[in-house]
């Protein structure tokens, strides 16, 4: 076998602008727009060999953020490092990097005026793994007509091409930018049990954005928060679980349980309260909490994820 | 599968534990692989990896190289001393305390206790 080992990637203190622009006023003074900041410092480590979920709001810096690991865009300042452990590189004009990353986004990343099957003889010659077994049989799967122009499919299969190309590179660094739009629940469900057996046979480094959490949280080994271009976390899938817990009982027991925590979400029924709460119980508050019949509950990522990007809390 | 509120590698390992107390799973036999584990319930491999790793330590699986994972001998004894040393402290004292609340006398609890004892020895 000649699969390269998986790639991971380091960004540190990354700030990029965009539509960054210079005026000339009617005095002659030049000026210089900064129209917008996509990142603004974030830095973060990609562990090779997880798949890790990438999430964040609508223009938090997810796609910017996934641009750069695949040298589409490059930072106005900072530094973005990839590669396999102990060799990574900056990807930027870097064809060993580069050929070994693969980027897909929503559009599939095809040829437009070409059918399918010429945008697959392309990533067939520049992907070192690509796998034509794995290509034909998820296309099958997809039920894709490889002859048609990308034009002619609908929004949902040309996003299933997409996900069939970046399963069959096989690349050492594949990263899936909401690939699932468009997508019936059917065709990604389907997507979501390839990606894994695909991964278990052939472990690489897999990054996954999504706004479907709920769908996609138990494929993540590491997850990643973005919130308007910083990074608010990074770390394994099961410490972000840990971050809140929730109790459920009667008023009186579940506040003497919770004590001082904060306060991320407080729902009441009647005489019942269900409180989120931030940080973990004790052994000892857990079986007060048992004696007291107060239920003790795990928060869904989902839940942390709007609780934590919803106001602008910042996780100690 | 897996909606309870611990995490999923410890609901893996109790239903690995539960499918060796029931005798579903014997002694020696295989388990499913981490590769089968991630794409039967769509979670990630490294989620099955860390339940199995628990079970390992606990005795209760053993790696075969390059084979896979199978329930240890004795797992069966090991987690059925294990379970009988918490059933008291973990099931029957919270009912205990659950009857009191109810004011249900202890006499019918142990009236009860012994009428399904009694059942149960005649069932079987």
Do not use: C
Request: aromatic share 6%.
């Amino acid at each position: 076998m000649t699969t390269t080992a998986p790639f991971g990637a380091r960004l540190d203190d990354v700030v990029v602008h965009f539509g960054r622009s210079h005026r000339v006023l009617q005095n002659g003074t030049m000026v210089r727009d900064e129209a917008s900041t996509a990142l603004d410092g974030a830095s973060l480590t990609i562990r090779p060999g997880a798949i890790t979920g990438v999430l964040g709001r609508n223009g938090a810096g997810k796609t910017t953020m996934l641009s750069l690991l695949a040298a589409f865009t490059r930072p106005t300042s900072g530094s973005v490092l990839v590669g396999p452990e102990g060799a990574q590189e900056d990807p930027w004009e870097n064809p060993w990097i580069t050929s070994g990353t693969q980027l897909v986004r929503e559009s599939g990343d095809l040829m437009t005026d070409e059918k399918v099957s010429t945008s697959l003889k392309y990533y067939a010659d520049m992907r070192p793994d690509w796998s034509a077994e794995t290509a034909e049989r998820l296309l099958d799967l997809f039920e894709i007509d490889v002859r048609k122009n990308p034009s002619a499919l609908s929004r949902g299969k040309r996003s299933a091409v997409g996900a069939s190309i970046g399963l069959a590179t096989r690349a050492p660094l594949t990263i899936f930018d909401e690939v699932y739009l468009g997508m019936d629940a059917p065709t990604r469900y389907a997507f979501y049990d390839e990606l894994l057996a695909d991964y278990a046979e052939h472990p690489r480094t897999i990054l996954l954005s999504s706004h479907l959490v709920e769908e996609v949280e138990r494929l993540f080994e590491d997850v990643v928060v973005i919130d308007k271009g910083r990074v608010l976390l990074a770390e394994p899938a099961d410490e972000m679980r840990a971050r809140g817990f929730s109790l459920t009982g009667t008023k009186d027991a579940v506040e003497r349980i919770a004590g001082g925590r904060r306060v991320l979400h407080r729902q009441q029924l009647g005489a019942t309260v269900q409180v989120t709460l931030e940080g973990a119980l004790e052994d000892g508050e857990r079986a007060a909490a048992r004696e007291a019949g107060v239920e003790v509950g795990s928060v869904p990522v989902q839940d942390l994820f709007v609780r934590l990007t919803g106001s602008g809390n910042v996780p100690s | 599968m897996f909606d309870g509120p611990e995490p999923i590698y410890i609901q893996i390992a109790q239903m690995i534990r539960a499918q060796v107390l029931a005798g579903e799973l014997k002694e020696e036999e295989q388990v499913m692989s981490t590769t089968q584990f991630a794409t039967t319930f769509r979670i990630n491999p490294a989620t099955a990896q860390k339940a199995f790793a628990g079970l390992v330590e606990e005795g209760v699986l053993y790696k075969r190289r390059g084979l896979g994972m199978f329930v240890a001998p004795q797992a069966r004894e090991r987690l059925l001393a294990d379970h009988r040393k918490r059933y008291f402290e973990e099931v029957l004292a919270p009912a205990l305390q659950q009857a009191d609340i109810l004011g249900i006398p202890t006499e019918d609890v142990v009236a009860y206790v012994l009428g399904a004892g009694k059942k149960n020895t005649e069932e079987s």
